[in-house]
Every structure is written in C-alpha cells, then in structure tokens.
C-alpha cells in the first residue's frame, strides 16, 4: 500500500516535471526599444519645435530693428501678431509631442507592473 502511495507520488512528480519543463516564468521586465526610440523622439520633436520657433522670431525681431525700414512700427505690429500665431502653434504641437511620449511610457510602464504582478502572483506562461 505504501508502495503504491510512493510511486503515485513519484508519478504524480513526473507529471509536475514535465509541466514545470513546459512552463516558464515571465521575465521581470521587458525592453521595447521601438516604443522607447519613439518616445524620444517624440520628446526631441517638441523641443527642437519652441527652440526652431524662438529663435526664428528672435533673429526676425533683430533683423527688423537692425534695417533701415521706414515703416518699423507696423512691420513691429505684424511680427508681434506672427509670434502670438507661431507661439500658440507651438504650445499646440509640442504638447501633443509629449502626450503622445507620455502615452507611449504609460503603455510600457502598464506592461512591467503587469508582468511584475505576474511574477509576484507566481502565474507562468506556456512556452
């Protein structure tokens, strides 16, 4: 009786080995360098956005103070509106940049809590 209880168990081993082989566990955490390259770029895009804008209204602002046009109040006037329309353009397209950047970590960051919870919880994965 003992005997059969004994290599029940030591069957029942076998199968656990075997299913034990054909499971693995999740990795800790996962690198997506696609997503990470996309999210850096993102990032990239919005700063070099304000960088391009200021510095294309400073240099017109110091090209229209340095010439000799007769007219400078109203050419002062129309890059002022130009700077309020290319200002707010700016904000616009540079807070969607990061958005989309901040979304893009978001995804990653949801991905490792989830294998991390997985691992913690001691779920495998069939390979």
Do not use: C, W
């Amino acid at each position: 009786m003992e005997a059969e209880a004994s290599s029940q168990v030591l069957r029942d081993a076998g199968e656990d080995d075997e299913d034990a082989a054909s499971l693995a566990v999740y990795p800790d955490e996962r690198h997506y360098p696609t997503l990470e390259a996309m999210q850096r770029l993102h990032k990239l895009f919005g700063y070099t956005a304000v960088v391009l804008v200021f510095v294309y209204l400073l240099l017109r602002f110091v090209g229209l103070i340095a010439s000799d046009t007769p007219n400078l109040v109203e050419e002062l006037i129309l890059l002022s509106q130009t700077a309020v329309v290319l200002t707010f353009t700016t904000v616009v397209v540079t807070g969607t940049l990061f958005t989309l950047a901040e979304g893009i970590k978001l995804a990653i960051d949801l991905q490792n809590n989830t294998l991390r919870m997985a691992n913690r919880n001691g779920r495998r994965k069939r390979d």
